[in-house]
């Protein structure tokens, strides 16, 4: 099993290490805090929502607020029975983001993170398959963490509603973003080494290598450079391009395969 196993006392507070390749040093609690809050404030807003609010478009052109919900749940239901090598999110196996989450079921939401929370504290250890291969089941939560943080945005920047996220929450989405735009600028053969400033309390230094293996280094503190969030937008392929326009020229070009794939219609994909 290739050993991605989060290791808290070997980095830094305030640094996160994901790698493709190698070992991930995530601060696995901190996360499920941070994602059961998210979730939480979501699941407030939805509580007041009526029949005009669950059918109201989003900024997925083809969901309304109720498609993109039950998208949600449906990744909770996978992850809750993912086991070892788990390949429902693996593209070699079929899985298209575009189009694949229409066929999930739905599922509880907060059975993820009692999940979550009992794999932790038995020690759990396996693989799951990502778009981008073998990965350990922590490297799973920050992935559906990652989508759930940007779907809450299509939801509520579509109705013109603030999206209260903390400032942890745009870091991890931030830096998830980031990590998986360059693991897509890789498999198109445009790799990324450069080292990037996303600004405010919920940015930082993002090290970025994905010459070989990818890696990314995150220290989490104030720096000057494009808001994290909407850099995280424009990354996947929300809101305008020029979020990017912080960012050197080269590593925005190759950053902005995953964002093109995601607003390519399917049938214009060579086959």
Do not use: K
């Not at 607020?65 to 993912?82: E, G, I, N, P, S």
């Not at 799973?140 to 990652?146: A, K, N, S, T």
């Not at 850099?231 to 964002?259: F, K, M, Q, Y």
């Amino acid at each position: 099993m290739t050993d991605h196993t989060p290791s808290p006392g070997t980095s830094q507070p305030g640094t996160l290490v994901l790698r493709t390749a190698g070992t991930c040093h995530l601060d696995m609690p901190h996360l499920v805090e941070v994602f059961g809050e998210q979730r939480q404030r979501f699941v407030a807003v939805l509580r007041g929502f009526g029949p005009d609010d669950w059918a109201a478009p989003t900024r997925c052109a083809d969901w309304s607020a109720h498609d993109v919900v039950r998208h949600l749940c449906d990744a909770t239901a996978f992850a809750t029975a993912a086991g070892a090598d788990d390949r429902t999110l693996d593209m070699t196996a079929g899985f298209d983001p575009r189009t694949s989450p229409r066929r999930f079921l739905a599922a509880s939401a907060s059975e993820l993170l009692a999940c979550a929370r009992g794999r932790l504290a038995g020690g759990s250890r396996f693989d799951v398959y990502l778009p981008y291969g073998p990965m350990d089941w922590t490297v799973l939560i920050l992935h559906l963490f990652w989508d759930s943080w940007i779907h809450e945005r299509d939801v509520l920047l579509a109705r013109g509603t603030e999206h209260p996220a903390s400032d942890d929450a745009t870091g991890y989405a931030a830096a998830y973003g980031l990590f998986i735009s360059a693991v897509v600028a890789s498999l198109f053969g445009d790799p990324v080494r450069d080292t990037l400033m996303l600004g405010g309390d919920s940015g930082g230094i993002f090290d970025l290598d994905s010459r070989g293996a990818v890696t990314l280094t995150v220290s989490r503190e104030h720096a000057a450079g494009p808001p994290a969030a909407e850099v995280t937008d424009a990354l996947a392929g929300r809101g305008p391009a020029a979020a990017l326009g912080g960012l050197p020229a080269s590593s925005r070009a190759a950053l902005s395969h995953l964002a093109e794939f995601f607003n390519t219609p399917v049938e214009q994909i060579p086959a």
